[in-house]
């Protein structure tokens, strides 16, 4: 009252002035009033319109699948196709079990490009979420005891510089605040779990940090947390630590493992985790729909006219992963003889230097149009080729089942991959690449032991409904 009488008490021109500034500041304030108000509203409808799902279309039992958009590299029915969890989806739904996918984003997807029954926008929830500042009242949360000796920082400090190559300057700084922003996080994760309820979750890369903050907030609420392997398990620095996870650690860690072969089991129960986590093998659910049940993946009309591959050929394919083409390979394209076709992939996240794509394009004789290839399905190129080339790509798994040889230009790989299921050579010189390459594969599509995982699957996930 002591404002509006203020304002209408001048009467001279400057008073005028006066007056038609503080309108003009009344009105900015109401219109910036008015804005938050509708961002407000705003992030409760999202909020509403992404649980919908879980109210409207949902029984109250399902399995919350947890994935990220970027790996939508597959299609199916003409939608990018997540080959973790929608292959997971599939089978799911084919058993009477519903599923909801939580799916974070790491690029922009048009919804009616993608492929699953039902799917939350999970990092667009979590910011509408996160911004209304009604919830920040529970930052109480935040004021957790910490009690960490010397000692214990300065091995958290080696442990990431030795491990994961990086260097922590303040490793007491970091870790305190590291704890209370994941206090924090994990009690938000609690509401919102409280809220969408699933039965169980299924998630993948359980060492993201998103993911080890959700399982504990799963386990803290009794909900069951399940990791499905992804690639490499064996000398991957993640499953080695798992070794030395202390007891009171074992709570952000899920309560079992999915497996796609018998091997990888037996490494994991080697290095001691079997005493704390579930081992089950079930084996690839997506080479397993891709080749035993031969579901249609891709639609190859289009691609067999844009992609000539010529079955009387040797086909290789290049897998990239960001470190670009070795002097050596180079060389080896260049030189190979006219009847051998090189198919090159790149890495969907890691992007080449432009020296890479200048010289694949360089090449148009010998190698094929790396786009079209690139944005071609793996599946639909995969029985086409002989060969495989890469550094350490976990396509050397999926190429194990096809038949086709794996050409490796890593140590690793031969380490990681080489279980005695497929055929590996390493190569790390133009001339064993060009020795290697010589004759057509004759094992090519032999199909290699392929778990019935639509089986396993169903039988791994009764226990967490008909217990």
């Not at 591959?309 to 040797?314: A, F, H």
């Not at 009847?339 to 080449?352: A, C, G």
Request: hydrophobic share 40%; proline share 3%.
């Amino acid at each position: 009252m002591h404002f509006a009488w203020k304002l209408f008490e001048t009467k001279n021109v400057e008073s005028n002035e006066k007056f038609d500034s503080v309108i003009s500041v009344k009105f900015l304030f109401f219109k910036k009033l008015i804005r938050i108000f509708r961002k407000f509203i705003n992030l409760i409808l999202i909020i509403l319109q992404e649980c919908c799902y879980r109210f409207c279309f949902l029984p109250r039992s399902y399995i919350a699948l947890l994935s990220w958009n970027h790996h939508r590299t597959a299609v199916y029915s003409n939608r990018d196709f997540n080959p973790y969890t929608d292959s997971l989806s599939l089978i799911f739904e084919e058993g009477g079990y519903s599923n909801l996918t939580f799916e974070q984003s790491f690029r922009e997807i048009l919804d009616k490009r993608i492929w699953s029954p039902r799917y939350i926008r999970f990092s667009k929830f979590l910011s509408a979420y996160n911004s209304i500042r009604f919830f920040y009242f529970f930052k109480k949360s935040n004021e957790v005891e910490i009690n960490i000796q010397e000692n214990e920082y300065l091995f958290f400090q080696k442990e990431c510089r030795e491990t994961i190559g990086v260097e922590i300057e303040q490793p007491e700084d970091f870790l305190k605040l590291f704890i209370r922003d994941s206090n924090y996080r994990i009690q938000n994760y609690k509401r919102i779990l409280s809220i969408l309820s699933p039965r169980v979750i299924v998630l993948y890369c359980f060492y993201d940090i998103e993911n080890l903050l959700l399982t504990k907030a799963g386990k803290e609420l009794n909900i069951p947390v399940i990791e499905m392997q992804h690639g490499r398990v064996r000398n991957h620095w993640a499953y080695e630590m798992l070794s030395k996870t202390p007891e009171a650690g074992r709570s952000w860690i899920p309560g079992e493992f999915w497996l796609w072969d018998v091997p990888t089991r037996e490494y994991l129960k080697q290095i001691g985790i079997e005493k704390f986590i579930h081992l089950k093998v079930i084996g690839n659910p997506w080479i397993f729909l891709n080749v035993k049940e031969k579901n249609d993946f891709y639609d190859g009309s289009n691609l067999a006219e844009k992609i000539s591959i010529n079955s009387s050929e040797i086909n290789i394919l290049i897998t990239l992963q960001g470190k670009g083409i070795p002097e050596y390979l180079k060389n080896a394209i260049r030189e190979s003889d006219d009847k051998i076709k090189w198919f090159v992939r790149v890495h969907p996240r890691y992007r080449e230097d432009e020296s890479c794509y200048d010289f694949l394009s360089s090449l148009s004789e010998k190698v094929v149009d790396w786009q079209l290839t690139s944005n071609a399905p793996l599946y639909y190129l995969l029985p086409k080729m002989d060969y495989h080339i890469t550094f350490y790509s976990v396509v050397c798994l999926e190429a194990d089942y096809f038949g086709v040889k794996n050409l490796v230009m890593d140590p690793l790989a031969m380490e990681s991959y080489d279980t005695g299921v497929g055929d590996y050579a390493l190569v790390q010189s133009k001339e064993s690449i060009l020795l290697s390459i010589q004759y057509k594969n004759s094992s090519k599509n032999k199909e290699n032991n392929i778990v019935d995982s639509k089986f396993k699957i169903l039988e791994s996930i009764k226990p967490f409904f008909y217990s």
